[in-house]
């Protein structure tokens, strides 16, 4: 009856789960997407501490009060400029608690029912453990990496190795013989019993690996590839403790995170293959990071800006990271009202990976209230530039830069990039002529249809509205 009951329980939180991701596939469903996913996990975790096997709760509560404390004072003070890298930590604690169960699974392999009758631990949970280990190390590892470049702990330029694939090709190629010898042996303490930790350690080691060269423009596939390969090590894991939760909670987050993979590298121009291996951000990426050219540029002020916007038929907003780190969210939002006031069409431009993490500023608007049918992605309004009078860049960089169409050098050629080039007018924000993240200088700085804003992004967008 209780088992009946667990597994009603985990059916209904997982139904929860599928249905939050649905909602979280639009910012209007946004919130109601986040509260069923909540609920889902309450119900997963109350269910799995109501479980009649456990005989002591010390641990466990600890474990709630220490990890939830954690949690609420990050989920508090962390600014959402530092969502990115604050995804790549949480991905690294998923891959290590993958590992850890892992372990513990294999030094005590009785506690989890996992054995014959000869105290040896079945292949099949042999198998679930060494991938679900496996794959767990190298999510950790890397996801150390991410958030050591996005935090700016070491440098978002590649770091290239020397024969760095053929080191890679061997790693991985001697972490499935050693799967297979596990998986082979004898006994899970005489014949396997150092095969499981050969098969940590040069995980670990190849997650280092095949992050360190990915350079910052890439980043963003990074984070979602994490994502993915967490929820994968969730489910493996699920497999061997045998908890209907975690294998379709990581599921989902492994099939969503390949998902969301596929279509950032339809986004950036990457081949989808060679970012679930990680060979990506190679000798093209090198070529980033050069210095920046001086070169004349027209610069205009906030009065400027604002009798060019007041006096024009249409605006597109594309706001970028460098909005994100002003917070001038808020700002941009009083700006554009008063546009419209005006009689000014008002839109907002997002490109895919703007903000380094998929859906950062979409989360920023909603955050200021902007209407949801003022904000459309890059395929649904790229082509509008070109009818448009204004084109209204704020902290966005390397995703408006026009050398991702015609620089076959450069480190983001052939990245979808948004058309403000064909607009009317741009006027640029931006503090000064630092290149952008992937270490590449805008060309669209230089346009004769350009107008540099220098400025702090919150500190001009108020002066263009005391303008008006």
């Known amino acids: 009856m209780i088992a009946d009951l667990t597994a009603l329980a985990y059916l209904v939180a997982g139904v929860l789960f599928i249905l939050s991701l649905r909602g979280l596939s639009s910012p209007e469903s946004s919130r109601r997407g986040n509260t069923f996913g909540m609920i889902g996990m309450t119900i997963a975790v109350i269910t799995t501490i109501l479980n009649p096997e456990i005989v002591s ?53 009785r506690a989890y029912g996992i054995t014959d009758a000869f105290g040896d631990i079945y292949v099949a949970s042999r198998i679930e453990m ?32 020397p024969a760095r694939h053929l080191i890679n090709g061997l790693l991985a190629l001697g972490i499935i013989g050693l799967i297979v010898a596990f998986c082979l042996s004898e006994g899970a303490a005489s014949g396997g019993g150092m095969l499981m930790w050969y098969i940590m350690a040069a995980s670990f080691v190849i997650g280092f690996l095949i992050i360190i060269p990915i350079g910052g423009a890439d980043m963003p596939v990074v984070v979602s590839m994490l994502n993915s390969y967490s929820g994968w090590a969730a489910a493996g894991i699920g497999f061997t403790l045998g908890n209907n939760a975690l294998i379709v909670t990581g599921a989902l987050v492994g099939s969503s995170g390949a998902i969301l993979s596929y279509i950032m590298c339809a986004a950036m121009n990457r081949s989808f293959i060679s970012v679930i291996l990680g060979g990506f951000g190679g000798e093209d990426a090198a070529a980033a990071g050069g210095e920046v050219e001086e070169r004349p540029v027209k610069q205009g002020s906030a009065e400027d800006a604002a009798f060019i916007m007041k006096n024009a038929g249409s605006v597109i907003i594309v706001p970028g990271y460098g909005m994100a780190v002003a917070k001038a969210q808020h700002a941009l939002r009083e700006m554009a009202d008063l546009l419209k006031e005006e009689g000014v069409k008002v839109s907002y431009a997002i490109h895919p990976v703007a903000g380094r993490m998929p859906g950062h500023m979409n989360v920023l608007l909603a955050e200021a209230d902007v209407p949801y049918d003022e904000v459309f992605e890059l395929e649904d309004i790229n082509s509008q530039f070109s009818q448009t009078d204004v084109a209204f860049v704020i902290g966005a960089n390397d995703v408006t830069n026009p050398a991702a169409k015609t620089d076959k050098s450069s480190p983001i050629y052939g990245m979808p990039v948004l058309d403000v080039e064909n607009a009317g007018t741009v006027l640029f924000v931006k503090r000064g002529m630092a290149a952008g993240y992937a270490g590449v200088q805008n060309e669209l700085f230089f346009r004769d249809n350009t107008m540099m804003l220098f400025a702090d992004a919150k500190k001009m967008v108020e002066d263009i509205v005391k303008a008006m």
């Open 57 to 109: 709760y010390t641990w466990i509560i600890i474990a709630l009060l220490v990890g939830g404390g954690i949690g609420l004072v990050i989920a508090r003070r962390i600014p959402m400029t530092a969502m990115p890298q604050l995804v790549a930590a949480f991905h690294s604690l998923v891959g290590l608690a993958a590992v850890l169960v892992a372990g513990a699974a294999f030094l005590e392999p």
């Open 130 to 161: 060494a991938l679900g280990a496996a794959i767990g190390a190298i999510t950790f590892s890397g996801s150390v990496i991410a958030f050591a470049k996005l935090n700016g702990n070491m440098s978002g330029k590649p770091i290239l190795l």
